[in-house]
């Protein structure tokens, strides 16, 4: 009773989906677009207080995601390299999947029972890597490689495979949840995570010295309630 923030103690599970945009960062530079790929999973929310007008929450999840690179192969005058075999613009793509486990601290402003409520979260994530597809319209060993500029030349990423199977960085993310008694919770969401880690080897022996994901999410959320604060003027 002393305290100045109102108790909550409510949980939510629920399901998640959404599209990622993603891409790699190497050093040395690959220049890259971003690829496409599907994120799915399960989400558990706990809310514990409201402190002035801040809901306060935990929120975790377990997703299957899809993540890699898409290279921008191109000339010394930024033109798309041509395959003399193919007579195409080399294209190559690199699809890794992983299961990834984020942990938030979550603040939100606004309804909680029946209406909007504006929300941002932020906190560590952690991957473990599956397996992983390449998919180029050329045979590695008929590349057109006198046209290719930079680390494009040598490709080393192409050949390598994953050698870090753990994943580990910074997530975070804004949205807006419609809430409702009878139905439960509907979230849309942006987020961003930021990759600490390297798939690749980064000691002075290896290639690259970063090789570190990162990805641009829109998520979509459904939760419903399996327990909930009895208060009359929770709104």
Not at 31 to 40: D, V
Not at 94 to 113: C, D, H, K, N, S
Request: aromatic share 14%; glycine share 12%; net charge neutral.
């Amino acid at each position: 009773m002393a305290q100045i923030g109102e108790h909550r103690s409510e949980l939510s599970v629920g399901v998640n989906g959404g599209y990622m945009l993603s891409n790699v960062g190497f050093n040395p530079d690959i220049p890259q677009g971003m690829l496409g790929g599907m994120t799915a999973g399960l989400t558990v929310r706990y809310t514990c207080e409201k402190y002035f007008s801040s809901v306060c929450a935990l929120v975790g999840e377990v997703n299957f995601a899809q993540m890699g690179w898409k290279e921008d192969i191109l000339t010394v005058d930024d033109q798309p390299v041509i395959n003399q075999f193919t007579g195409q613009p080399e294209e190559y793509q690199r699809m890794l999947t992983y299961v990834q486990i984020p942990l938030f601290a979550r603040l939100g402003w606004g309804r909680e029972r029946k209406g909007f409520q504006f929300f941002f979260q932020v906190g560590p994530q952690v991957g473990f890597f599956l397996n992983d597809k390449a998919t180029s319209n050329f045979n590695f060993s008929e590349r057109n490689q006198a046209d290719r500029v930079g680390a494009l030349r040598d490709a080393v990423q192409d050949s390598l495979d994953i050698e870090r199977k753990f994943d580990y960085g910074i997530a975070g993310g804004i949205g807006l949840e419609y809430s409702h008694p009878k139905v439960g919770h509907f979230l849309l969401e942006g987020r961003y995570y930021y990759g600490l880690g390297d798939i690749f080897g980064n000691s002075k022996r290896d290639y690259f010295g970063r090789s570190n994901n990162g990805s641009i999410i829109i998520k979509l959320t459904y939760l419903f309630d399996i327990m909930k604060t009895k208060n009359t003027k929770i709104k």
